[in-house]
């Protein structure tokens, strides 16, 4: 009968274990000085070795000659454990044996001596699916077994976990493997089962199985089924992924607010039966190595990247200001969990979202409007005026556009002015649209103010001052004081470029539709 490779691979000793040496080292020094604990506690993401060193654990504290506190996998005891045939080795799975009576029969269990090995070792996978009366049927045996017995519980979600049950167990903490030692294994594999590779191809395979052993053997194992070489192409290919060209053109493409090769990317992606799910997490990672890149001197500790995807995403990161990095790193992660919940409809949250990412006015999130502010500042600081549906604004876009900037020469009698758009022409009152972004960034350290604030009108008025218009007193009453005027001066004045005073604010009080006005009359900004 055909064995999945990850069964076939599974280490028999703790030198075969991959990447937990900080674990492995101290089990062999236990088990070779007959100083092991009675209950064991492995916590850890999914296939990080949990279950496989519970099981060297089981045979090496039984083995009749072991080696370096490893099993010998050769003595009666090690085979028997192996084979499965050992009645005094118990492997129980707590997702489906979590009741407080599968506990009692345990508790009974325990009294009696091993049958045929030293000790009755019992491992309990999952066992923070167990419920609240099995765990404090549990307790007492755990705390005080029989020397002849050994628990080791693994579990993939420790903060489940009673501290009544963490602080009787000795405590080991599996790390996620790195992406050299997951290749080192995919290789040895690879080799003994006549697999040809590309080392890229294992690369891709290793990152993408994100720490996980057992996710990186089965996914070497499902792209090397048509018995070709393994390339790059038939691992993205296999997998489901877009692969980083992919997503490094649709960053580009964000960039440049390339709507065409948006849509084409998405259409790509979902005609061609491949997971958008897949896709979205790529892009998600893709930014996040972004904002490293933006934020750190030395990006290169903590990105897994080759030399060449390293100037390729430096060069990408050049594109966006740290600030634009974070609210497209919100906008694409909230897609992600409306996706999670959508079925049938990925396809439109995406786009969406895709498009969100062009274009900040459209989004009305503090850290949208935070980057819109950080764009009027970048562009006056350059001398330019802006709009906010230009495309994304970085710091190299501003150096650039201030050396293409003419100089002109200052004559004595001249006094240098910093340019500013004419927004303060007219007599008349222009409505400001974007007075509910200032609303919210005002009532942030005040959440009471806020939903006031929203009820209010803003206009501009001829000559600078801001006019703000309540239908009610109540609402005008708790949105007033100088510490919520100082507030909307600082925000108009990080929109406009000008200074505003409390003197500029005006609040008054309306009846009916008075302030309404047409929307051709809306500052558009």
């Avoid at 002109?408 to 758009?421: F, G, M, N, R, Y």
């Avoid at 350290?445 to 006031?452: C, E, G, L, Q």
Wanted: proline residues 3%; charged residues 25%.
């Amino acid at each position: 009968m055909y064995q999945a490779l990850y069964r076939k691979w599974r280490p028999q000793t703790f030198d075969d274990v991959y990447g937990q040496d900080h674990i492995t080292s101290v089990l062999k020094y236990e088990t070779d000085n007959n100083k092991f604990s009675h209950a064991y506690l492995f916590c850890g993401s999914r296939g990080t070795g949990k279950t496989t060193c519970a099981k060297i654990l089981a045979k090496a504290v039984n083995c009749e000659s072991p080696i370096n506190g490893s099993p010998c996998n050769r003595c009666a005891s090690c085979m028997s454990i192996d084979s499965g045939a050992a009645t005094d080795v118990l492997e129980m799975d707590a997702a489906s044996n979590n009741g407080v009576d599968n506990i009692r029969d345990i508790r009974d269990e325990v009294v009696y001596s091993p049958s045929a090995l030293k000790y009755r070792v019992y491992i309990v996978d999952e066992v923070h699916m167990l419920s609240g009366s099995a765990f404090n049927a549990l307790l007492k045996t755990l705390e005080e077994p029989p020397s002849h017995v050994v628990f080791i519980l693994a579990t993939t979600e420790l903060h489940k976990l009673p501290s009544t049950i963490i602080s009787r167990c000795q405590r080991f903490d599996f790390r996620r493997i790195s992406t050299e030692d997951l290749m080192a294994r995919l290789r040895l594999i690879a080799g003994e089962e006549s697999i040809e590779y590309e080392d890229e191809a294992l690369r891709l395979i290793a990152k993408h199985a994100q720490g996980g052993m057992r996710d990186a053997i089965s996914l070497l194992e499902l792209c090397a089924g048509s018995r070709r070489k393994l390339t790059p192409d038939i691992v993205t290919d296999t997998i489901g992924s877009g692969g980083r060209a992919n997503i490094e053109s649709t960053v580009h493409a964000i960039s440049n607010c390339d709507y065409d090769a948006i849509f084409s990317t998405v259409d790509g992606v979902v005609s061609s039966s491949k997971d958008i799910s897949v896709f979205w997490q790529e892009l998600l990672s893709y930014y996040r190595d972004m904002l490293v890149m933006k934020t750190t001197e030395t990006a290169e500790k903590y990105l897994d990247l080759t030399e060449t995807e390293g100037a390729a995403l430096k060069k990408a990161s050049e594109l966006f200001s740290k600030e634009a990095l974070l609210a497209h790193c919100r906008i694409i992660d909230d897609a992600h969990y409306a996706m999670q919940r959508a079925g049938a409809i990925k396809r439109i949250i995406a786009e969406m979202a895709l498009v969100k990412l062009c274009d900040s006015s459209i989004d009305v999130s503090p850290e949208s409007l935070l980057l819109r502010i950080s764009k009027l500042e970048n562009a006056l600081a350059g001398g330019a005026a802006v709009t906010m549906n230009q495309p994304n604004v970085s710091e190299k876009n501003v150096d650039e556009a201030k050396k293409e900037e003419p100089k002109k020469e200052i004559t004595p009698d001249e006094t240098p002015k910093k340019p500013q758009a004419n927004l303060f022409g007219s007599e008349e009152l222009k409505a400001y649209r974007g007075w509910n972004e200032i609303a919210e960034r005002v009532g942030a350290s005040d959440v009471s103010v806020a939903p006031f604030l929203k009820q209010a009108r803003a206009f501009i008025s001829g000559d600078g001052k801001v006019v703000l218009r309540f239908g009610s007193d109540f609402a005008m009453s708790m949105a007033s004081g100088d510490a919520i005027k100082k507030g909307i001066c600082a925000a108009f004045g990080a929109v406009f470029g000008k200074e505003f005073g409390l003197q500029d604010i005006v609040y008054e009080k309306v009846k009916g539709n008075e302030d309404t006005i047409s929307d051709m009359d809306e500052l558009m900004i």
